[in-house]
């Protein structure tokens, strides 16, 4: 039918043709598919040495908590890393594109990534999709210009900050960065007062929670502490173990070898040219 | 109809006091530094006096996206008109270009500007770029949420030929009293001074202030209570 091709995507970008239908489907009584969103609390602070990321690590579906031990902290380059908040797949989406746009660009230029390139490239394209693309972002890192650490909206404007908190939790923890932060913090302070405004965010705030994600970044140096804090042990596991009923009695079994290992020789004939 | 709760989800937007001020010899732009996000405050520093060229700045309000995309857009534009022309870019030029790509997408922006800076043809000159693109030369202008509060002010205290010490004061006087009255307005005041020396930039933190209202300190407060001796009781 050609009004079905005039309606395809001649350029990128989302097309929004199946909005009527979801709201028409919504009216007959379909309940709308949840996404995974992380509630979050993330935190950034510079401190004499460079920049230190934190995260806390539970991802929720509405008010069920999917992953108890998600990685929010991504990586973009050796020397930048960038904290996602928001709905988990815009933030990999985007954090993953960006990062494959700055390896290509360290190919090209052959120089160390700087963090303001990345802070463009991601809110550029953050800003075309006019806050659509749901990611809330803290970008830390140490370049040639020295550390600097921006937040990035889902609108896509930018600030750029000694110390900052986003997510749900972000109130909790800017309590914390407000009362306690000054400027010259040793590498041992300021991991421990991003832990401290994360363990604020776990506790006090409903869509974070689990453990504690620190990430420090120095000149030539990082440092990505996964699971630094571990505040929400599983305090009891029964002694007892799990049963499991007759019916997953063994009935059978069998082992069938696979094929047998090829061995490869090396020196065998030259490609043709 | 705004809800009362925090919505993080809300585009970043600067409520904002901003001012421009024509003086004998230059401009004076002067901001406010809050950074909203629905009722919480994202960034109590926040800069919204932008370079464009040496000569020209920009003041924002509005949206934080908004004003930053077409502000870097414009300095890439200038960058570029600079280069061709191969001398400084006039302030006319500068204002011209915010307010085409204003206009041109006026139904996506959503983003007042002041223009302000100081070329060697005009001297220094202030452009208001309100909403809708329009574009209105004026000796001074104001703009962002807390305007509202200092155009009967303004109307009081405008003076055409002040010095450069008159205008910076009048202009700090001027966001302190928006600050005081517009919840959207806080944080430090920043100010900008061009004229044909060059570009000063100034700031003033919260609590150097002038007070207003007869605002007295803090006595007879709950926290007093604390420290000193137990109230005697009233007798009737």
Known sequence: MSRFEESAPARGGFSFDLCKRNEMLMQKGLKPSSYLKTGTTIVGLVFQDGVILGADTRATEGPIVADKNCEKIHYMAPNIYCCGAGTAADTEAVTDMVSSQLKLHRFHTGRESRVVTALTLLKSHLFSYQGHVSAALVLGGVDVTGPHLHTIYPHGSTDTLPFATMGSGSLAA??????????????????????????SGIFNDLGSGSNVDVCVITKGNREYLRNYMLPNPRTYVSEKG???????EVLLTKITPLRELVEVIEGGDAMEE | MDSIYNDLNAPHSMGTTIIGVTYDGGVVLGADSRTSTGMYVANRASDKITQLTDNVYICRSGSAADSQVLSDYVRYYLHQHTIQLGQPATVKVAANLVRMVSYNNKNMLQTGLIVGGWDKYEGGKIYGIPL?????????????SGSSYLYGFFDQVWKEGMTQDEAEKLVVKAVSLAIARDGASGGVVRTVTINKDGVSRKFFPGNTLPLWHEE?????????????????????
């Open chain 1, 242 to 248: 799990y049963s499991f009923s007759k019916k997953t």
């Open chain 2, 132 to 144: 809708g693109g329009t574009l209105l030369e004026q000796p001074f202008t104001i703009g962002g």
């Open chain 2, 216 to 236: 007295l300190e803090a006595k007879d407060s709950l926290l007093d209570g604390f420290s000193a001796a137990s109230p005697e009781p009233m007798v009737s």
């Open chain 1, 174 to 199: 800017m309590a914390i960065f407000e009362s306690k932060y000054r400027e010259g913090l040793t590498r041992d302070e300021g991991v421990k007062l991003v832990a401290e405004a994360i363990c």
